[in-house]
């Protein structure tokens, strides 16, 4: 017999919620087959059986909470059966003496205490959310166990016809009563980490966002004349984010407070630049690293980034490529965002926000005008370690190695 045991995913995460369940009772397995999917914090992880044989006990459902080293099922050697359910415990009181009953053919699922229904905490949870009486819910679990599975499917239950049709006189009463269409959804794991930590962001720092706007014509221009042999040499398109993460390793090399963090009463100022980018994914937005951005060139840069964009998009990032980061860098542009404030990603005290590419009119000198590809970018800081005028020196640094792309390869 082998128990499946939820296994250590990291230090800053103690539990996770089983989303999905690949296998059933009675299934035959071989070592390295998916069990089940594991939803934490930060990533989604698969469980892979580590022996052959039969999945004998599922003893977690979808939808339950479940710790490091819990063990939620077992794995049997070939051809074991499949584990029973222990019977409810003897009434307190025996039952008055009767002619004795055959015995059954097999044995009696589980009752529940009297006046309670048997379901799992993820069932009787979901039904005090939605209303729904756990007495009307019929189980499709063979031994009578409720599960959210059949709360849910209660809740999409057709409601009742009525009696009668409404008078005229009560047809203003009717309308103004009637229930307006909802849909209520659990948030995952994930989506409330996130929400977990912005607030707690915004709570714990002194949070302030300075602004400033680039002229993106010399960055559209060298892109224009490179990106068909850059894609040739480097099998990678060359984007707009290379560009701006050796800028922001410059501005961080001349101010270094933007790459440190708060421990306590000490200030932790980090000697490597480890710049995450934010992704937006299926289950919410992730901060994939680009370790070490301050040793790689232009194509390194824009491989990594790609490679860690997929990967969060199908979901197969690594714990390792979340953690760490030093600084962030976060794109609202690509959604058309024209400006916007980021929330800091803790304990980072910096954050870079880009925003849509604009064709605007600038002044060129007192007598001309010129329509230019312009970008707003927003730096959010910490202003316990980071003094305004260090904070706007800084995106004034970012904004002239934007506008000369040359400075990129001297200063990042």
Avoid: C
Avoid at 11 to 20: A, D, L, V, Y
Avoid at 168 to 187: F, I, V
Avoid at 295 to 300: D, I, K, N, S
């Amino acid at each position: 017999m082998h128990d499946i045991i939820v296994p250590a995913m990291g230090e800053s995460i103690t539990e996770g919620t089983i989303s999905k369940w690949i296998v059933q009772v009675g299934d035959a397995v071989k070592q390295g087959d998916l069990l089940l999917e594991l939803e934490t914090d930060k990533v989604n992880l698969e469980i892979s059986a580590e022996q052959d044989g039969v999945v004998t006990a599922i003893l977690a459902k979808e939808g339950d909470t479940v710790k490091i080293g819990e063990t939620v099922g077992t794995i049997g050697a070939a051809g074991a059966a499949p584990a029973v359910a222990p019977a409810a415990p003897p009434a307190a009181v025996a039952p008055p003496a009767a002619a004795a009953a055959p015995a059954p053919s097999a044995a009696p699922a589980p009752a529940a205490s009297a006046g309670q229904t048997l379901a799992s905490p993820a069932a009787r949870k979901l039904a005090r959310e939605q209303g729904i009486d756990l007495s009307s819910v019929p189980a499709r679990d063979p031994i009578g166990r409720i599960t959210p599975a059949d709360v849910k499917s209660a809740g999409n239950a057709p409601a009742p016809a009525a009696q009668a049709a409404p008078s005229p006189a009560s047809d203003k009463t009717a309308t103004a009563n009637y229930a307006k269409p909802e849909e209520r959804r659990k948030m995952s794991r994930r989506r409330m980490t996130i929400a977990k930590r912005l607030v707690e962001a915004q709570q714990t720092a002194a949070m302030l966002t300075t602004f400033n706007e680039v002229d993106m014509s010399a960055i559209m221009e060298i892109r224009k004349r490179r990106k068909d042999s850059f894609k040739e040499k480097h099998d990678v398109g060359l984007g707009f984010m290379s560009f701006f993460t050796k800028a922001v390793v410059g501005a961080l090399k001349a101010f270094p407070l933007l790459n440190a963090e708060i421990s306590g009463d000490d200030i932790i100022v980090k000697k490597y630049y480890d710049i995450g980018i934010a992704v937006s994914a299926k289950e919410g937005l992730v901060v994939p690293v680009v370790r070490e951005a301050d040793r790689l060139g232009f194509a390194e840069i824009e491989r990594t980034i790609v490679n860690l964009a997929t990967k969060a998009r199908s979901n197969t990032l690594e714990l390792s490529e979340l953690q760490g980061g030093t600084f962030t860098i976060t794109n609202g542009g690509t959604f058309g965002s024209l400006l916007s404030t980021p929330i800091l990603n803790a304990p980072q005290v910096g954050i870079l926000g880009m925003h849509k590419i604009q064709l605007r009119p600038v002044a060129i000198d007192a007598e001309r005008m010129e329509n230019r590809p312009m970008m707003y970018i927003a730096l959010s800081y910490d202003h316990r370690i980071v003094d305004g005028a260090e904070a706007v020196q800084f995106l004034v640094k970012v904004k002239e190695m934007l506008e000369d792309p040359e400075t990129l390869l001297l200063e990042g």
